[in-house]
């Protein structure tokens, strides 16, 4: 089997990669060669694919995709995207990217389709920033996409194109509608959600952490390992049994900043609980209340896709995947 | 007041700018000069705008939104599309007219935008085919769109990208989703939805017409005159009230096949039902067995959109508008 991975240099697709490197296959099906693309050179994972490559590409160049599936991948990962901030910020470079780019992908799918039946898997990343205010407590699976930002419109729109193409039978996709990914790795960024993540790692790592909202703020939860999951879930199953609606609402863990706090206290114990410091920010607290508290997700669960519980199990992952097993506080 | 309607050799289009022309404005707001656009020229209806021009133009084809708005309509109606059953057969017209057309549109006004500050009313003609099955008895307002055609997925992209557009302040959009016009006027067509309109106005012109199904199949439906007061009022309502979700699901009524022949029957008599004769054909029965059987609409309807109540109504409306008064049975 050939997999494709576009943007795995991101968080994600670098995980992804790594662990399908190391399995050295995809589900029961052995890999023998998988390509790794991303605007800079991903890293080529340690494990057990001998052929492995990567290339630089801006999927949004015109003929970038054509390349990439002549090579007909049997499964296609696309995950690249211009985070939302920067879509909100840079109208053109979002759309090229966003949207222009994974069309560009799903066409060149479609040419080589014609040309010689060729039906690949596509896993699409899409996000739950397809879903904007107001709506229920619990989003419905058959709820409205009304986003509120062009990247979550960029999504909603890839999603739309993904069931079509799907329907059409040029190939056989799904879209993952990924939660809020908690713990992230790596250092603190400025995303406006950056805190869920920062008030966790931080001080797990012995360092201050800012909290911009309180603690009864409730949004929607799985961590880096549950993600893989997804993916690597979406990437083996059984896609004949979804139907024509191919875009998935991802189980998660509908949590509050206080329940983070106190599975902090739990797992790793009060020394970490008392590096967050309190800074209430007016336009973070603005934002994030927009946001979705909580996810029906009842589709994915019957479909297999597994998500965490609790913040306890979200903290013992990071734990387990990015400490060594262990807090230095 | 300068308005553009592209679209404006179909059937909705053509009505739109000939009682825009009658009463010499829209809303209380005298209209000056009109521009009508389609793939072949509009004609030029009567009326007391003095300042009417029409254009051929195919608005896929590269750089032909950019003189149209240029011209700095204060209004657009956006009805230009390639119908549903074409855009299935011919997959990329149906993108580049559906898809394409509306885009390059939006962005012809976002580039006038950012050159002058140019922020048009921009109606756009969406359709209640972005719902597909299945679908609850009454499809509710936040409902998610899944269309089961290329052309509702077209639909479906242009209704987020006039919401994302509009909610960054390029232009005031707003998208009605229009229920199935009946009766329209003309001739047979081979539109699967055709019989809906056929086995009311053939028999109203003293012809035979075709029933393909049965007459316990539901639809839902609004007729020609309420679909040109829908314009009417989405060129000249407070958009302010809406909010970000811009796109609407129109009031229309819910009315069974044997609803329709009872008003027949009241309105005309038992001789014009004589004249349906009864075909039942399983294509037809499969395709319409997938389609909207109401719609909620509530939202509309708090926003002022009228549509009919009853087939007694649609009849009277198509008795008055296309038949001088009068059935020829």
């Known amino acids: 089997m050939k997999i494709l991975i576009i943007g795995a240099a991101g968080m994600i697709g670098r995980k992804l990669a790594e662990r399908i490197s190391a399995d050295g296959g995809l589900g029961e099906t052995a890999v023998d060669e998988m390509v790794l693309v991303d605007v800079i050179a991903p890293q080529v994972p340690a494990g057990r694919i001998s052929n492995v490559s990567t290339q630089a590409i801006d999927i949004s160049a015109p003929g970038a995709a054509k390349p990439l599936v002549a090579g007909r991948p049997d499964v296609i990962f696309h995950l690249a995207a211009i985070v939302s901030g920067e879509a909100e910020a840079d109208f053109e470079k979002g759309y090229s990217i966003n949207l222009d780019g994974t069309r560009d992908l799903f066409e060149a799918i479609r040419a080589e389709h014609a040309a010689s039946g060729y039906t690949p898997r596509v896993v699409f990343a899409s996000s739950i920033a397809v879903f904007g205010a107001p709506f229920p407590a619990q989003i419905p699976d058959d709820f409205a996409l009304t986003p509120l930002t062009s990247y979550g419109t960029q999504k909603a729109i890839g999603e739309l194109l993904l069931a079509d193409y799907t329907r059409r039978g040029f190939f056989d996709g799904i879209g993952l509608r990924l939660p809020t990914i908690c713990i992230r790795p790596g250092k603190p960024n400025k995303a406006a959600s950056g805190f869920f993540s920062n008030i966790l790692r931080e001080p797990i790592a012995g360092e201050e952490a800012v909290l911009p909202v309180s603690e009864d703020v409730r949004h929607y939860f799985a961590s880096p390992r549950a993600a893989i999951g997804f993916f690597l879930h979406a990437g ?94």
Chains 1, 2 share one sequence.
């Open 236 to 329: 083996t199953m059984d896609l004949s049994v979804i139907g024509p609606r191919r875009n998935i609402s991802l189980p998660g863990l509908s949590a509050t900043v206080g329940d983070e706090i106190a599975a902090l206290g739990r797992i790793v114990g009060e020394k970490a609980v008392k590096l967050i410091r309190r800074e209430p920010d007016p336009t973070i607290i603005r934002i994030v209340g927009g946001w979705a508290t909580d996810i029906e997700g009842r589709r994915a669960r019957d479909l297999g896709f597994v998500a965490e519980t609790s913040f306890d199990e979200i903290i013992k992952a990071h734990l387990e995947d990015e400490m060594g097993g262990r807090a230095k506080v």
